[in-house]
């Protein structure tokens, strides 16, 4: 049967303490100590350590700093929304372009001068 160990809160935090200053990696503490377990000394790093400080986000915001930040959200969705719009726009415009020159047999783009973005004048 096995013995089951006790490790005091000082021990705990000594070893936390050389694992995080680079004395030991936490398979080396293992050893050196003999701890039992596969998860302790991880459980330790959680308590003791400074870890519970790496890896998180901390927002200070100012009162108002949320509802100017939705604000700005909706209006970049509805804007969005409107470029959307103006594209299927430009879209169905010059498809009747093509259609017309077609129908008509004379260069529309040509003749006006117009240009329109996104696609390649007539040859």
Known sequence: MGVNKRYSAAFKQKVVSEIENGKFSVGEA???YEI???TTI???LRRYGKGHLINKTVVVKMKNESDRIKQLEKEKRELEAALAKTQVRVVVLESLIDAAEQELKIDIKKKSGIELPGLPGKE
Do not use: A, D, L, T
Request: aromatic share 22%; glycine share 34%.
């Open 30 to 32: 293992h050893r050196v």
């Open 36 to 38: 039992g377990g596969g």
């Open 42 to 44: 991880y459980n330790w």
